[in-house]
């Protein structure tokens, strides 16, 4: 099964900025859709970013819309997630998560197969 792992959590300050990454362990990511999902404790977890398998397309939450970016580096086989403009609210567990893509299959983020451990972001002065 393929297996993710995510990177980049910390913590900063409102405003600051982090750069998460999703690599695969003896994968590509090729055929993948990637996601970002974030989860804090006792709530659901919600859809951050998506990104197509050949990363033509892209979509965000609206809470994160012009201060986030998703991101394919086919070279590095890694899926970036650029957060800027952090904010207390953004305080989560971050998982990378990923969708083989085959006939058949919707290019998009609503049903993933592989899911990462999470990475911690914290946002606090």
Request: overall charge neutral; some cysteine.
């Amino acid at each position: 099964q393929l297996q993710l792992v995510e990177s980049g959590g910390g913590l900063v300050q409102p405003g600051g900025s982090l750069r998460l990454a999703c690599s695969p362990k003896g994968f590509t990511l090729d055929y993948y859709t990637i996601g970002w999902f974030r989860q804090v404790s006792g709530k659901e977890r919600e859809e951050v970013s998506c990104i197509s398998s050949s990363g033509g397309h892209t979509n965000y939450a609206d809470s994160v819309k012009g201060r986030f970016t998703i991101s394919r580096d086919d070279a590095k086989n890694t899926v970036y997630l650029q957060m800027n403009s952090l904010k207390p609210e953004d305080t989560a567990v971050y998982y990378c998560a990923g969708k083989r893509i085959v006939p058949g299959r919707s290019d998009d983020c609503y049903v993933m197969d592989y899911w990462g451990k999470g990475t911690l972001v914290t946002v606090s002065p």
